[in-house]
């Protein structure tokens, strides 16, 4: 089975801190991709990634960034939080294109 | 950004009812995935459709790849209190040359609850 693993489930940050998001997978998957899902919205898309070291800018980028340096490894950065980013965030990984996306648990960050 | 229009927003059923949800797009789709995600978890693949005309079931769920590739929907026969959740239409637009973008949309989520 496809394992997407997000390093927390619940975090807390103060407003203006730097913020890292974690998320792994274990079956040699070339994309990951980034959301964040709030009530009535589904689930927006932040980042995407097609392999190692490449990226792209999903529907709502502003406000973060992101980092492939390994296969299995995608990470999700918010530079300043703000209050605004509460929600809840979601990681997928998925062999290649047009295929179905595995997800990862949730982390839901509290800025406050 | 591209999104899809998912229906109901909500649904409240007696347990042993059927249940049918949509999704349309003004964009043509090469894919169409359903999704359900329980309270606190992230989303899980339900069922995967990939022709157009393309009916599947997987037990008491059962979604239909729309013709016009611009639409699909997901029925759920004889509901039980465990399909209580959110459920996601998700797929891959494409743009006027047929070619995909990659990007995986959703909707913005059917709630359902199923009373006992």
């Known amino acids: 089975d496809v394992k997407v693993t997000q390093s927390s489930r619940y975090l807390v940050k103060r407003t203006g801190e730097k913020v890292f998001l974690e998320c792994v997978q274990d079956m040699d998957h070339e994309n990951m991709f980034w959301y964040r899902q709030d009530p009535g919205l589904g689930l927006r898309l932040i980042y995407f990634s097609y392999d190692v070291k490449m990226k792209e800018k999903g529907d709502i980028p502003e406000g973060y960034s992101v980092s492939r340096e390994k296969k299995e490894r995608f990470s999700l950065i918010l530079e300043s939080a703000s209050t605004n980013q509460t929600s809840m965030y979601l990681c997928a990984s998925r062999k290649k294109m047009n295929t179905e996306a595995f997800f990862g648990q949730g982390t839901r960050l509290t800025v406050v | 950004g591209q999104q899809l229009n998912q229906s109901p927003q909500s649904m409240f059923i007696q347990e042993g009812e059927d249940v049918s949800m949509n999704c349309t797009s003004s964009s043509i789709f090469n894919t169409w995935l359903w999704y359900k995600q329980d309270p606190g978890e992230g989303p899980v693949l339900l069922i995967a459709?990939?022709?157009?005309?393309e009916l599947t079931s997987n037990g008491r769920l059962t979604a239909q790849f729309g013709i016009t590739r611009k639409d699909s929907f997901l029925n759920i026969s004889a509901s039980i209190p465990s399909d209580v959740g959110i459920y996601f239409c998700a797929g891959y637009p494409t743009n006027a040359g047929g070619t995909s973008y990659g990007k995986l949309t959703f909707g913005q989520g059917t709630i359902l609850t199923v009373h006992p």
């Open positions: 459709l990939y022709k157009a005309g």
